[in-house]
């Protein structure tokens, strides 16, 4: 007898069905008892037709169980679905029947049960570990009935040059095997331990409950002592058969992935993604093994059947495309389409013009002098070379490449050859910290990592992936012990004596060119996926927007623009500075790099600008003299306050002053000027245009961009697709433009929720518009507070508050349960307190005037020594991380640090 008060599991669906089994382990005529769990009955009974069927197979050492948050999706008449649950036999409560069964034998028997109880398709499968390389085998099996295929952490292949992951290897070691997986219950609670959160304990109990005395763990060891670890084991074939059989498998596929998986990390899922290239792909960061009980995976799994209509026969054609990256180098690609130029289309052009000694870009060192520069001659041929060099030794069309190389030459000519090539870079800024890059770069799974000496240190201390070249040539030793294969040095010579042997590519404007990593302020950096036509509408964007052309001369202290300027047409210098961190940068080493090149145009974050002020007083007669020349100034990353822009215009009186609104996913979004934003902050004050105040003003749209939002609802959240622009109505901000990314990376359901109003990027921040048409910053939606009868959005009460000559910054943020939270305000103050807690009644009482001058009632003041801000632009408050030692102060919690 069964028992059935497994929590979570509706008694009605636990039914148990005799089979005849085929197997060539069982005798003929064998029959075979299983345990399902499996709601069509309940359906049924309902009256109501299931739209098809989800096969749900386990692996080891868990049970039917696992599917049970499928099982009650399912049931639900909104959508529903019969699941069939199995216990695999030796598994479960399914029968032991003492026989040793391999991967071809779980498959066959699979298709008994199937065939047992009728199943037709449509047929959705369902699999987890090694229930997933089973499931699988039984769909290429019955590709009449197989409508689509769902995966959670498993794998199909191992490669023949690296080992089985130690966890396998422990648990089938000859010492360890049996007393783990059987005669103890070792091999369950380790694995019934994996899940972030902990499983509670009535479900761990509802895990063990099959497994209970070593004679029901036979089928747990067995599982074990199958796994293929090389071509001599028995099961070898059968798996290898299942994962070359997957390259034909056109129907729709999801692929949900927890990374923290002692077993099956991301080396796995990337090898899925090359036999399933069309399949629709997300990792949920934090989750493991058991991604199932880590995450909700019902509601991905309902809505991608509803995306599919539930029963379609063929896989997405823009999924496959987007996956591959692009063509090879001798294949036929369509022509670009007319006008289209890319990203390094000036450069052969200025390498020919007359100038041939001008530079191009330039690199400066400590002392004030150009440590390194290439004249446009040169880059070009430094670019072609490398790229031949590159194609060499494996870098192709597609390929994943990883650049953790700092902005200057290097960066230059190792960006341009890899996407001359046709290959994806993957660029992670270093500001993540160590812990944010490994992450980014995991979840990236580059072919190929071109790194300094530091890069490379970290990437084989920390397992990063990808074969690795080394920028500079490195001594023998030195390459041995970080695993580097060759240099760009190397490959550049390699490239330059084969002239006539150059890869000649012609590019996809729709295929993939980059991997580009958001701040991680919001939480994990996504990665972002541009293709080429997208990075040449940026360049486009930022020409015409800010009449950028060929000559220009730029000081890009700002990472992403440092990539630009070759593009652009523009001579390039990097500063003396640390671009991780652009507070390093300072007034001397930025008049130095005007002074090199005479520069006209600079590019800064605000973290960079307010160090420039701080240090003004070193500069020089002559650097004063090269800063009165700068043209241009754009400041991105984060809001720039008008203060600070008017010491910078007494520093650079000549140059036009703009900070653009814009994010990783699109630059630019929109932009303004010193003037315009004082005409702003005017019409604010003055009350003379509608809408203007409660925020930042970020201005107009960029050339080409659209911009509008969708309205905020009471809860705090911008539901539906009703899309306004009209003046004083706050909603979350949506942007279209041809510069927008194709999609996040391995993120589907973030790319849906990003798309979820068609034509429109969802930004995730709120604002909204004034009588002028200009758009004003509000926050992040994330941040919205949800206070009784109001919501409240943070940044113009945070912008009053920070009027007070004692606050240097403050952050809003909500304690308490949604619709019901108090606005609590955070300051750092100036100068710094000594201590994080509730702040003096006096300056309690100026911020909450403050606020309140601003329309918002703040219940508690606390001060801080100083604002958590994230590391890349020393700018963006985490008001998450200040909610929750928010609530614990005022809980009457120890304050610590927030």
Same mark, same amino acid.
């Given at each position: 007898?069964?028992?059935?008060?497994?929590?979570?599991?509706?008694?009605?669906?636990?039914?148990?069905?005799?089979?005849?089994?085929?197997?060539?382990?069982?005798?003929?005529?064998?029959?075979?008892?299983?345990?399902?769990?499996?709601? @069509?009955?309940?359906?049924?009974?309902?009256?109501?037709a299931?739209?098809?069927?989800?096969?749900?197979?386990?692996?080891?050492?868990?049970?039917?169980?696992?599917?049970?948050?499928?099982?009650?999706?399912?049931?639900?008449?909104?959508?529903?679905?019969?699941?069939?649950?199995?216990?695999?036999?030796?598994?479960?409560?399914?029968e032991?029947?003492g026989?040793?069964?391999r991967?071809?034998?779980?498959?066959?028997?699979?298709?008994?049960?199937?065939?047992?109880?009728?199943?037709?398709?449509?047929?959705?499968?369902?699999?987890?570990?090694?229930?997933?390389?089973?499931?699988?085998?039984?769909?290429?099996?019955?590709?009449?009935?197989?409508?689509?295929v769902?995966?959670t952490?498993?794998?199909?292949?191992?490669?023949?040059?690296?080992?089985?992951?130690?966890?396998?290897?422990?648990?089938?070691?000859?010492?360890v095997?049996?007393?783990?997986?059987?005669?103890?219950?070792?091999?369950?609670?380790?694995?019934?331990?994996?899940?972030?959160?902990?499983?509670?304990?009535?479900?761990?109990?509802?895990?063990?409950?099959?497994?209970r005395?070593?004679?029901?763990?036979?089928?747990?060891?067995?599982?074990v002592?199958?796994?293929?670890?090389?071509?001599?084991?028995?099961?070898?074939?059968t798996?290898?058969?299942?994962?070359?059989?997957?390259?034909?498998?056109?129907?729709?596929?999801?692929?949900?992935?927890?990374?923290?998986?002692?077993i099956?990390?991301?080396?796995?899922?990337?090898?899925?993604i090359?036999?399933?290239?069309?399949?629709?792909?997300?990792?949920?960061?934090?989750?493991?093994?058991?991604?199932?009980?880590?995450r909700?995976?019902?509601?991905?799994?309902?809505?991608?059947?509803?995306?599919?209509?539930?029963?379609?026969?063929?896989?997405?054609?823009?999924?496959?495309?987007?996956?591959?990256?692009?063509?090879?180098?001798?294949?036929?690609?369509?022509?670009?389409?007319? @006008?289209?130029?890319?990203?390094?289309?000036?450069?052969?052009?200025?390498?020919?013009?007359?100038?041939?000694?001008?530079?191009?870009?330039?690199?400066?060192?400590?002392?004030?002098?150009?440590?390194?520069?290439?004249?446009?001659?040169?880059?070009?041929?430094?670019?072609?070379?490398?790229?031949?060099?590159?194609?060499?030794?494996?870098v @192709?069309?597609?390929?994943?490449?990883?650049?953790?190389?700092?902005?200057?030459?290097?960066?230059?000519?190792?960006?341009?050859a890899?996407?001359?090539?046709?290959?994806?870079?993957?660029?992670?800024?270093?500001?993540?910290?160590?812990?944010?890059?490994?992450?980014?770069?995991?979840?990236?799974?580059?072919?190929?990592?071109?790194?300094?000496?530091?890069?490379?240190?970290?990437?084989?201390?920390?397992?990063?992936?990808?074969?690795?070249?080394?920028?500079?040539?490195?001594?023998a030793?030195?390459?041995?012990?970080?695993?580097?294969?060759?240099?760009?040095?190397?490959?550049?010579?390699?490239?330059?004596?084969?002239?006539?042997?150059?890869?000649?590519?012609?590019?996809?404007?729709?295929?993939?060119?980059?991997?580009?990593?958001?701040?991680?302020?919001?939480?994990?950096?996504?990665?972002?996926?541009?293709?080429?036509?997208?990075?040449?509408?940026?360049?486009?964007?930022?020409?015409?927007?800010?009449?950028?052309?060929?000559?220009?001369?730029?000081?890009?202290?700002?990472?992403p623009?440092?990539?630009?300027?070759?593009?652009?047409?523009?001579?390039?210098?990097?500063?003396?500075?640390?671009?991780?961190?652009?507070r390093?940068?300072?007034?001397?080493?930025l008049?130095?790099?005007?002074m090199?090149?005479?520069?006209?145009?600079?590019?800064?974050?605000?973290?960079?600008?307010r160090?420039?002020?701080?240090?003004?007083?070193?500069?020089?007669?002559?650097?004063?003299?090269?800063?009165?020349?700068?043209?241009?100034?754009?400041s991105?990353?984060?809001?720039?306050?008008?203060?600070?822009?008017?010491?910078?215009?007494?520093?650079?009186?000549?140059?036009?002053?703009?900070?653009?609104?814009?994010?990783?996913?699109?630059?630019?979004?929109?932009?303004?000027?010193?003037?315009?934003?004082?005409?702003?902050d005017?019409?604010?004050?003055?009350?003379?245009?509608?809408?203007?105040?409660?925020?930042?003003?970020?201005?107009?749209?960029?050339?080409?961009?659209?911009?509008?939002?969708v309205?905020?609802?009471?809860?705090?959240?911008?539901?539906?697709?009703?899309?306004?622009?009209?003046?004083?109505v706050?909603?979350?901000?949506?942007?279209?433009?041809?510069?927008?990314?194709?999609?996040?990376?391995?993120?589907?359901?973030?790319?849906?929720?990003?798309?979820?109003?068609p034509?429109?990027?969802?930004?995730?921040?709120?604002?909204?518009?004034?009588?002028?048409?200009?758009?004003?910053?509000?926050?992040?939606l994330?941040?919205?507070?949800?206070?009784?009868?109001?919501?409240?959005?943070?940044?113009?009460?945070?912008?009053?508050?920070?009027?007070l000559?004692?606050?240097?910054?403050?952050?809003?943020?909500?304690?308490?349960?949604?619709?019901?939270?108090?606005?609590?305000?955070?300051?750092?103050?100036?100068?710094?307190?000594?201590?994080?807690?509730?702040?003096?009644?006096?300056?309690?009482?100026r911020?909450?005037?403050?606020?309140?001058?601003?329309?918002?009632?703040?219940?508690?003041v606390?001060?801080?020594?100083?604002?958590?801000?994230?590391?890349?632009?020393?700018?963006?408050?985490?008001?998450?991380?200040?909610?929750?030692?928010?609530?614990?102060?005022?809980?009457?919690g120890?304050?610590?640090?927030?």
């Amino acid at each position: 007898m069964v028992v059935t008060n497994w929590p979570g599991v509706d008694p009605e669906w636990s039914r148990m069905i005799d089979v005849t089994s085929t197997s060539a382990v069982e005798a003929p005529s064998t029959v075979r008892r299983w345990h399902l769990l499996d709601n @069509g009955s309940q359906l049924s009974r309902r009256g109501v037709a299931p739209v098809g069927t989800l096969l749900c197979v386990h692996g080891n050492p868990t049970w039917s169980y696992l599917w049970r948050t499928l099982l009650a999706a399912g049931s639900d008449a909104a959508h529903p679905w019969r699941v069939v649950a199995v216990d695999q036999l030796d598994m479960g409560y399914s029968e032991r029947g003492g026989r040793f069964r391999r991967l071809a034998d779980r498959i066959n028997d699979l298709g008994d049960l199937t065939d047992a109880l009728g199943l037709e398709g449509p047929v959705v499968t369902v699999g987890h570990d090694w229930g997933g390389v089973i499931s699988l085998g039984w769909a290429l099996a019955h590709p009449r009935h197989v409508t689509g295929v769902v995966l959670t952490n498993t794998a199909v292949h191992q490669p023949s040059d690296s080992a089985v992951p130690p966890a396998l290897r422990l648990a089938l070691h000859p010492v360890v095997h049996r007393w783990g997986t059987t005669t103890s219950d070792a091999f369950l609670r380790v694995t019934h331990s994996l899940p972030n959160p902990p499983l509670s304990a009535d479900i761990r109990k509802a895990y063990m409950a099959p497994y209970r005395g070593a004679r029901r763990r036979d089928g747990v060891g067995n599982f074990v002592a199958d796994i293929p670890a090389d071509a001599s084991h028995p099961s070898f074939p059968t798996l290898n058969r299942v994962a070359e059989g997957l390259r034909g498998l056109k129907v729709p596929a999801l692929m949900l992935w927890g990374p923290r998986d002692p077993i099956f990390s991301d080396r796995y899922l990337k090898d899925l993604i090359s036999r399933l290239p069309h399949a629709d792909v997300h990792r949920f960061e934090g989750a493991g093994h058991l991604v199932a009980e880590d995450r909700d995976i019902a509601t991905p799994v309902f809505q991608w059947l509803a995306g599919h209509g539930g029963v379609s026969g063929s896989a997405s054609p823009t999924a496959g495309a987007a996956a591959s990256g692009g063509q090879g180098l001798n294949d036929a690609a369509e022509p670009p389409p007319a @006008g289209f130029r890319p990203l390094w289309d000036l450069l052969g052009e200025l390498a020919a013009g007359p100038v041939k000694g001008d530079i191009a870009v330039a690199e400066m060192a400590p002392d004030g002098t150009v440590s390194r520069s290439l004249s446009w001659q040169q880059l070009d041929r430094n670019i072609l070379d490398l790229t031949a060099g590159l194609w060499e030794a494996g870098v @192709g069309s597609g390929s994943r490449v990883s650049l953790m190389v700092p902005p200057g030459v290097d960066l230059t000519v190792a960006l341009y050859a890899c996407l001359r090539l046709g290959a994806v870079v993957v660029v992670a800024d270093a500001g993540l910290g160590t812990r944010g890059l490994s992450r980014a770069l995991k979840g990236a799974t580059p072919d190929f990592l071109i790194g300094i000496d530091k890069a490379l240190a970290a990437a084989s201390v920390l397992g990063w992936p990808g074969r690795r070249i080394s920028v500079r040539d490195l001594p023998a030793a030195r390459r041995r012990i970080l695993g580097v294969e060759t240099s760009l040095a190397a490959l550049a010579g390699r490239g330059a004596g084969r002239p006539s042997e150059r890869p000649a590519h012609t590019v996809d404007p729709a295929a993939l060119a980059a991997v580009l990593f958001t701040s991680g302020s919001t939480g994990p950096a996504k990665g972002v996926l541009y293709t080429h036509r997208q990075l040449a509408a940026m360049r486009d964007t930022l020409a015409e927007t800010f009449g950028i052309r060929s000559g220009a001369r730029l000081v890009a202290g700002f990472a992403p623009f440092a990539l630009l300027g070759p593009a652009l047409g523009a001579v390039s210098v990097t500063p003396a500075m640390d671009v991780t961190a652009p507070r390093t940068l300072t007034a001397r080493a930025l008049a130095d790099a005007a002074m090199a090149i005479d520069a006209t145009v600079v590019f800064a974050s605000p973290a960079a600008l307010r160090n420039v002020l701080a240090t003004q007083d070193a500069v020089s007669r002559a650097g004063q003299k090269a800063l009165e020349g700068i043209e241009l100034l754009l400041s991105a990353g984060a809001p720039v306050p008008e203060p600070l822009l008017a010491q910078v215009q007494r520093l650079l009186p000549n140059a036009s002053l703009h900070t653009p609104y814009g994010m990783t996913e699109a630059l630019p979004v929109t932009d303004i000027s010193l003037e315009q934003i004082q005409a702003a902050d005017a019409d604010s004050a003055a009350g003379t245009v509608a809408g203007a105040g409660n925020g930042v003003c970020v201005g107009k749209p960029v050339h080409g961009a659209r911009v509008a939002v969708v309205p905020l609802a009471a809860d705090g959240t911008a539901p539906g697709a009703h899309v306004v622009t009209e003046a004083g109505v706050t909603g979350e901000i949506l942007v279209r433009a041809a510069h927008v990314k194709e999609s996040y990376d391995r993120l589907w359901l973030t790319q849906r929720e990003s798309i979820s109003v068609p034509g429109w990027h969802r930004t995730g921040d709120v604002g909204h518009f004034d009588a002028d048409g200009r758009l004003w910053v509000e926050g992040r939606l994330t941040h919205v507070v949800t206070a009784p009868g109001a919501v409240v959005t943070p940044v113009g009460a945070e912008q009053a508050i920070e009027r007070l000559d004692c606050v240097r910054l403050a952050a809003i943020t909500g304690v308490g349960p949604a619709g019901t939270q108090a606005v609590v305000a955070v300051v750092e103050t100036v100068p710094p307190s000594r201590k994080a807690g509730l702040a003096a009644p006096q300056l309690a009482g100026r911020v909450r005037r403050a606020a309140l001058d601003a329309g918002v009632n703040v219940s508690a003041v606390l001060a801080v020594p100083a604002q958590p801000t994230d590391i890349r632009h020393n700018a963006k408050i985490d008001r998450t991380r200040l909610s929750r030692w928010a609530s614990r102060v005022l809980a009457g919690g120890r304050p610590g640090e927030p």
